[in-house]
């Protein structure tokens, strides 16, 4: 190092004054020194034997070009140093080339064996620098040395050359088109590669090369699904985009009931709007549709695919990104695919962003506004999120004026207006013409407060600024177009401002209205006509203009006072230097001054001028931009940008879903499986270990989930994933047996066996449980002080597998004796625990792993004891909770999909024991095979955030033919995101998922009438929903609302205090009709939930609805309103 810091002062010191400065910063352009000396001084640098001198000169080098100086005559000398050891040199010289190759093809080709000597460098950054160079040298002589280079390095062991590889697709594709089919070949290898690193870029290659190629993605989906959250940013912003338009052409519409209901309810207005002998006929024919799209609706109810809520459930954490393109893609992937009860968790995720940089924030609110136009309600909640600030810029303010305006209903506009009276004080013009734009959308929108804004522009007429006044006109006049009649002083106290007001567009605007309602101020308009005819040559064109159709309608309504006023007018405009004057002028006279040329027109002069005309239409600017997909830069600009590709509509017909599976080779899991025996049959290692039976497939879970995820996350469970999962952990075991054998006796004490093979003889089974049954007495012995909960499951299970070794059909009895007396001792060994002995109780029996076969739904002990778990209000007043109908069922496992083993689900609506914020599911097992399941339990779980699952304890047995029961509990945090997780046999897994309906997230509560109005009170505004329907014929009477309310939704009846309002008219119109309350509070987070149904005659009814929860509101009430219809 000294020799180079004496090579520096020599050369390139600054500290000496006289000295040219050859070596010191060569960009700055030094007066003191030549160009080819300072040059040599860097070629010097380069020819060195040193590294360190040859890095500061490519510093040197590469800081010119940043600085747009020509280096270009270094080429040669940079070159020489391709070869060179130092790879932070050698990264540099890399990055010259890039810029220089292209200018200097010769040179650059001279230097390409040296690339192709780099692309099979051991170092994985010198491999990937040398494709980048090779492919950015924009020369067309090369391309075959390019496409080899690529292909090799899609095929490279690094993730990161394989990356680049992606990076340089597009480049070869835009140097030469024809390359097309071979680089979606490499598209195609690329997309299945598992790596986070490589999914983003090969996806944008994808976009640039081959967008139109859908196919290619549907083996990946599941994959980059489930990659999707470990990518980096820009690829995850890639990524969602494409599969936005992927799901817009595999996937329904998940709004398409909706869209239904809507089509057919559009019949009224036809039918209102119609006159004549038709009338009937068409009522007819609206009824038809109407009939044709419930039968539909009814018919084909929607179901979202499982790779359809795959999309929606992975993209959804990433709204928490701190990169605002994220959140923005997964925005918009949510408005455009979700349905729209699920659509309101962007809008917090896109609150956040209005914190960020002004840019971030001008992107973000062009977004929103567009939103809030369709999907108001999800933004009202964060309406002062959208309040101006006086430090944001002036389209920042205008963008947040838009939405506020947007936002604006009955509810909240008079805070709005409160808000826009200060904004009309800013010094910012601009701001100020769009706020008083903004009053008046607001005024045309909702005519409560039409009156009010136009009192307030009125008096801002009176303001000392022009600018003020003048937008105020403006607005004005498109309000009294809406009720002229009743606001004729508003229109003489405008006439009056023509002398002050200079503003071109608003003295146009008074003379409009002037002209337009001349019968309600008949002796103001004359002289208005006077004035302007006096100042018409130094009016602007746009005035003249107005000033021409005011002569015009004031000559065919009042001609005594104005003829001669019109005349003179239309002969100062003949001589107008605008020919647009001049040729209104000339149209005018023709039309309104009869004369012998004039033709057939002239008779209807008035109809023409005094024609009714349609008040204007004050619409938001957003409103027509929502076919440009969210996010994108067509968007913003609203107009089509080059590369944009536009969002697909949705299928009539549901895709083949089957095309997204990935199958794997039968022989496979054949071959493996007679591996695995033979293996077995040598080594009794397995069946000589304390009580296990063979490696199994749950040792190897996490296998699955690693590297089978892209199938396997798909809630459907089909065969080929449940193969998939199986042949994955059974290919693992052959290559990993040795470390399994190590390992084998940590995984005893972590779980229980799960299986014993066939071929093993019954005594070996006997003494394989012995020492079962052994392992789970020192394990709950040990872990008895720790937990009094898992304590009694595994005193339990002990108790039944020493009784299954007896008897298999007589335990039933045995254990429902055993249970609670050793419960009490275990409650006494811990009388630090706060559970009390009937929490116990009730639970025990539900946990059971041993089942019985059982012939019904479930044991008649079972139901005796889910019975005793009620401990709510209800217990104090049995009369307030109405018991519910039979519950419904749901398909968890079919029977094909099974192989044999079928499962069903139903929500208990009692409490669940060990948790009373999980809600209760019991599950039925049917056994339809001719082999016995073993070890049935549940695995890898897969959650939202804030939803946990209680799982059932594991069932060791249940024999061919037979049926059994187990309870699990779960958290669904108060939504309706399905609980995923895998079901598991001794020999395979099922991917399943539990969907609870939004009536069985909540739990009934006692209340007083007294205390159900007073709660309603506090829940007012926007935590309210009132909808009117008809009744069913079959549903008007007390018992029936009450029986359909509380089955589609699990809440208690509230009883009534006075007989005016709960019991039926004793005779007619002698008693207002019955009104039905019923109150719950969410299981998971205990929000109060209220429902009103007043009913009324001819079977009309109010259903109102109370929730702190919008979502949860929203959806139930579309819940109970179809079950009071149907």
């Given at each position: 190092m000294s020799a180079s810091s004496a090579f520096n002062d020599e050369k390139g010191g600054s500290s000496s004054v006289g000295e040219p400065e050859y070596g010191h910063d060569p960009a700055s352009g030094g007066i003191f020194s030549s160009d080819y000396k300072r040059h040599d001084d860097l070629k010097e640098m380069l020819d060195s034997n040193k590294d360190s001198l040859k890095l500061e000169a490519m510093k040197r080098i590469v800081a010119m070009i940043a600085r747009g100086k020509n280096a270009s005559d270094l080429f040669p000398a940079v070159v020489k140093n391709v070869?060179?050891?130092?790879?932070?040199?050698?990264?540099?010289?890399?990055?010259?080339?890039?810029?220089?190759?292209?200018?200097?093809?010769?040179?650059?080709?001279?230097?390409?064996?040296?690339?192709?000597?780099?692309?099979?460098?051991?170092?994985?950054?010198?491999?990937?620098?040398a494709l980048r160079v090779l492919s950015s040298i924009r020369v067309t002589i090369i391309v075959p040395i390019m496409m080899l280079a690529i292909k090799e390095a899609a095929s490279d062991m690094s993730p990161y050359v394989r990356k680049t590889a992606a990076h340089a697709i597009p480049k070869l594709y835009s140097l030469d088109p024809e390359q097309k089919d071979q680089l979606i070949e490499v598209i195609e290898k690329l997309l299945a590669d598992k790596t986070t690193l490589v999914a983003g870029s090969v996806v944008m290659a994808f976009e640039e090369v081959c967008p139109e190629r859908i196919d290619l993605i549907h083996k990946n989906y599941r994959k980059l699904c489930n990659l999707l959250i470990d990518v980096e940013e820009w690829g995850q912003v890639v990524i969602i985009n494409m599969l936005t338009r992927y799901?817009?052409?595999?996937?329904?519409?998940?709004?398409?009931?909706?869209s239904l209901l809507e089509e057919g309810g559009g019949g009224d207005k036809t039918f209102y709007g119609s006159d004549g002998?038709?009338?009937?006929?068409?009522?007819?024919?609206?009824?038809?549709?109407?009939?044709?799209?419930?039968?539909?609706?009814?018919?084909?109810?929607?179901?979202?695919?499982?790779?359809?809520r795959l999309l929606l459930r992975n993209t959804k954490p990433l709204l928490q990104s701190r990169n605002a393109a994220v959140v923005m893609a997964v925005a918009q992937l949510y408005f455009h695919l979700a349905p729209k009860a699920e659509v309101g968790v962007i809008a917090k995720a896109l609150v956040r962003l209005l914190r960020s940089?002004?840019?971030?924030?001008?992107?973000?609110?062009?977004?929103?506004?567009?939103?809030?136009?369709?999907?108001?309600?999800?933004?009202?909640?964060?309406?002062?999120?959208?309040?101006?600030?006086?430090?944001?810029?002036?389209?920042?303010k205008i963008l947040k004026l838009e939405v506020l305006t947007n936002l604006a209903n009955e509810t909240n506009i008079s805070t709005i207006l409160r808000e826009f009276q200060t904004y009309i004080k800013s010094v910012d013009k601009d701001f100020v013409a769009a706020?008083?734009?903004?009053?008046?959308?607001?005024?045309?929108?909702?005519?409560?407060?039409?009156?009010?804004?136009?009192?307030?522009?009125?008096?801002?007429?009176?303001?000392?600024?022009?600018?003020?006044?003048?937008?105020?006109?403006?607005?004005?006049?498109?309000?009294?177009?809406?009720?002229?009649?009743?606001?004729?002083?508003?229109?003489?106290?405008?006439?009056?401002?023509?002398?002050?007001?200079?503003?071109?567009?608003?003295?146009?605007?008074?003379?409009?209205?002037?002209?337009?309602?001349?019968?309600?101020?008949?002796?103001?308009?004359?002289?208005?006509?006077?004035?302007?005819?006096?100042?018409?040559?130094?009016?602007?064109?746009?005035?003249?203009?107005?000033?021409?159709?005011?002569?015009?309608?004031?000559?065919?309504?009042?001609?005594?006072?104005?003829?001669?006023?019109?005349?003179?007018?239309?002969?100062?405009?003949?001589?107008?230097?605008?020919?647009?004057?001049?040729?209104?002028?000339?149209?005018?006279?023709?039309?309104?001054?009869?004369?012998?040329?004039?033709?057939?027109?002239?008779?209807?002069?008035?109809?023409?001028?005094?024609?009714?005309?349609?008040?204007?239409v004050l619409e938001s600017p957003f409103k027509d931009r929502d076919h440009f997909q969210l996010g994108s830069l067509s968007h913003l600009l609203n107009a089509k940008a080059g590369g944009y590709q536009e969002l697909p509509d949705w299928p009539e017909a549901a895709p083949d879903p089957s095309v997204r599976n990935v199958e794997v080779p039968e022989w496979t899991k054949c071959s493996s499986r007679e591996?695995?025996?033979?293996?077995?049959?040598?080594?009794?290692?397995?069946?000589?270990?304390?009580?296990?039976?063979?490696?199994?497939?749950?040792?190897?879970?996490?296998?699955?989930?690693?590297?089978?995820?892209?199938?396997?996350?798909?809630?459907?469970?089909?065969?080929?994933?449940?193969?998939?999962?199986?042949?994955?952990?059974?290919?693992?075991?052959?290559?990993?047996?040795?470390?399994?054998?190590?390992?084998?006796?940590?995984?005893?004490?972590?779980?229980?066996?799960?299986?014993?093979?066939?071929?093993?003889?019954?005594?070996?089974?006997?003494?394989?449980?012995?020492?079962?049954?052994?392992?789970?007495?020192?394990?709950?012995?040990?872990?008895?002080?720790?937990?009094?909960?898992?304590?009694?499951?595994?005193?339990?299970?002990?108790?039944?597998?020493?009784?299954?070794?007896?008897?298999?059909?007589?335990?039933?009895?045995?254990?429902?004796?055993?249970?609670?007396?050793?419960?009490?001792?275990?409650?006494?060994?811990?009388?630090?625990?706060?559970?009390?002995?009937?929490?116990?109780?009730?639970?025990?029996?539900?946990?059971?792993?041993?089942?019985?076969?059982?012939?019904?739904?479930?044991?008649?002990?079972?139901v005796s004891d889910l019975e005793g778990l009620s401990l709510c209000d209800s217990a104090l007043s049995p009369a307030a909770l109405s018991p519910s109908g039979p519950q419904k069922s749901y398909e968890l496992l079919h029977r094909i999909t099974g192989e044999g083993l079928s499962v069903e689900y139903r929500f208990s609506r009692q409490p669940f024991g060990p948790d009373p914020n999980m809600v209760a599911v019991q599950m039925h097992f049917v056994n339809s095979a001719a082999a016995d399941a073993r070890n049935l339990h549940m695995e890898d779980v897969r959650l939202q955030s804030g939803m946990r699952v209680q799982e059932f304890p594991e069932i060791e047995l249940l024999p061919a033919g037979e049926t059994g029961a187990a309870v699990m509990g779960i958290d669904f945090c108060d939504s309706t995101q399905a609980a995923n997780f895998q079901?598991?046999?001794?020999?395979?897994?099922?991917f399943v998922s539990i969907q609870p309906p939004v009536g069985e997230l909540m739990k009934p509560v006692f209340m007083t009438e007294n205390e159900f109005k007073k709660e309603q009170g506090q829940l007012m505004g926007m935590n309210e929903i009132t909808e009117r329907l008809t009744l069913d014929a079959k549903c008007r009477n007390e018992h029936a609302i009450v029986q359909r309310v509380t089955t589609a939704a699990n809440l208690g009846r509230v009883p009534c205090g006075s007989d005016k309002e709960c019991s039926p008219p004793l005779a007619l119109g002698a008693l207002p009709l019955p009104v039905h309350r019923f109150a719950g509070r969410t299981v998971s987070g205990g929000g109060l939930v209220l429902v009103t149904v007043a009913t009324k005659e001819d079977g009309a009814a109010q259903l109102t609805l109370n929730?702190?929860?919008m979502v949860i509101g929203t959806m139930l009430v579309k819940d109970v309103m179809l079950a009071l219809a149907q």
């Open positions: 070869a060179c050891k130092n790879i932070e040199v050698k990264k540099l010289v890399y990055v010259y080339l890039v810029r220089y190759a292209e200018e200097q093809q010769d040179l650059a080709l001279l230097s390409i064996s040296t690339f192709q000597r780099g692309l099979k460098d051991p170092n994985q950054l010198i491999r990937a620098s799901a817009r052409t595999q996937f329904l519409n998940p709004n398409i009931n909706e002998n038709d009338a009937d006929e068409e009522d007819e024919e609206d009824r038809q549709k109407k009939a044709e799209a419930a039968a539909l609706a009814k018919r084909k109810p929607y179901v979202m695919d499982p790779d359809h940089h002004s840019e971030v924030q001008y992107v973000v609110l062009q977004n929103v506004a567009t939103m809030t136009i369709k999907r108001r309600g999800m933004f009202e909640p964060y309406l002062k999120s959208f309040y101006i600030r006086s430090t944001d810029p002036t389209q920042i706020t008083i734009q903004a009053i008046g959308r607001c005024a045309t929108n909702i005519g409560e407060v039409r009156d009010t804004c136009l009192n307030g522009l009125v008096q801002l007429l009176s303001n000392r600024d022009e600018l003020v006044v003048a937008e105020s006109v403006v607005v004005i006049k498109k309000l009294l177009q809406m009720q002229p009649e009743k606001h004729s002083d508003i229109i003489k106290h405008m006439a009056k401002l023509t002398d002050n007001i200079q503003v071109p567009m608003a003295r146009a605007s008074i003379l409009w209205l002037i002209g337009e309602y001349c019968e309600h101020v008949p002796k103001i308009a004359p002289d208005v006509l006077r004035k302007m005819a006096k100042s018409f040559t130094n009016e602007e064109d746009i005035v003249k203009l107005q000033i021409l159709n005011l002569a015009a309608k004031l000559y065919l309504t009042n001609s005594k006072q104005t003829k001669l006023l019109t005349q003179y007018v239309l002969n100062l405009a003949k001589y107008d230097q605008n020919y647009d004057i001049r040729d209104r002028a000339r149209f005018i006279r023709q039309l309104i001054v009869p004369t012998e040329k004039s033709g057939a027109l002239s008779k209807y002069a008035k109809k023409l001028f005094l024609a009714l005309k349609p008040a204007p591996k695995r025996k033979e293996k077995k049959a040598e080594k009794p290692f397995y069946s000589d270990s304390e009580g296990e039976s063979g490696p199994t497939e749950s040792a190897d879970s996490e296998l699955y989930s690693s590297s089978g995820s892209e199938s396997g996350s798909a809630e459907n469970g089909s065969a080929s994933e449940s193969q998939e999962s199986e042949e994955a952990s059974e290919s693992e075991e052959e290559e990993e047996e040795d470390d399994e054998k190590k390992k084998m006796k940590k995984k005893e004490f972590k779980k229980p066996v799960q299986e014993s093979e066939s071929e093993e003889s019954s005594e070996e089974e006997e003494r394989k449980r012995a020492r079962k049954s052994k392992q789970r007495k020192s394990d709950s012995e040990s872990e008895s002080d720790e937990d009094d909960e898992s304590d009694s499951e595994s005193t339990q299970s002990k108790s039944e597998d020493s009784e299954s070794e007896r008897d298999v059909g007589k335990k039933k009895k045995e254990t429902q004796s055993k249970v609670p007396s050793k419960t009490v001792a275990n409650d006494s060994k811990n009388e630090k625990k706060e559970m009390s002995l009937l929490d116990l109780d009730d639970f025990e029996p539900a946990a059971s792993p041993q089942v019985t076969p059982v012939n019904s739904f479930l044991s008649s002990s079972l079901l598991c046999t001794h020999s395979r897994k099922f929730c702190d929860k």
